[in-house]
């Protein structure tokens, strides 16, 4: 007795094209430099767009709003992987009598940018 996978795998739905909730899959979006550019320098100054500011890049990039909130998700995650890489550098570097070398850090998160902390445009005149 030979059985037919093909037939098996199509009964059972796994194929695509079955069923009415089915979506077709969407390319890969391909960003060109300059709408890089102008994503990674806003995510300079703000990691969290709000809704206008998305409407904004959406209008300067050309891409929709949905693509850009799923490079800043991304971009978020990118950059706390950084920054606890960078933690585990420092604490790696541990002098062995408790304290810690903070000499190399330095924290670029953007409530410090925005809100005139240390580092900021406004803090450095």
């Keep these: 007795m030979?059985?037919?996978l093909n037939t098996e795998y199509l009964d059972l739905g796994f194929?695509?094209?079955?069923?009415?909730?089915s979506r077709a899959k969407r390319m890969r979006t391909s960003f060109k430099h300059h709408q890089l550019r102008t994503m990674?320098?806003?995510f300079a100054i703000n990691h969290?767009?709000?809704?206008?500011?998305?409407?904004?890049?959406?209008?300067?990039?050309?891409?929709?709003k949905r693509v850009l909130q799923v490079w800043f998700?991304?971009?978020?995650?990118?950059?706390?992987?950084?920054?606890m890489k960078q933690e585990g550098k420092i604490i790696d570097s541990d002098k062995?009598?408790?304290?810690?070398?903070?000499?190399?850090?330095?924290?670029?998160?953007p409530g410090s940018y925005i809100m005139g902390g240390p580092g900021s445009p406004s803090s450095l005149d």
């Design 73 to 83: 998700q991304n971009a978020r995650a990118k950059w706390r992987r950084m920054m």
């Design 48 to 64: 969290n767009p709000d809704a206008k500011d998305l409407k904004q890049l959406s209008q300067k990039t050309g891409l929709p």
């Design 15 to 21: 194929s695509r094209g079955l069923g009415s909730s």
């Design 40 to 42: 990674k320098s806003y």
């Design 96 to 109: 062995g009598d408790g304290s810690l070398d903070l000499d190399g850090y330095v924290s670029h998160s």
């Design 2 to 4: 030979r059985l037919d």
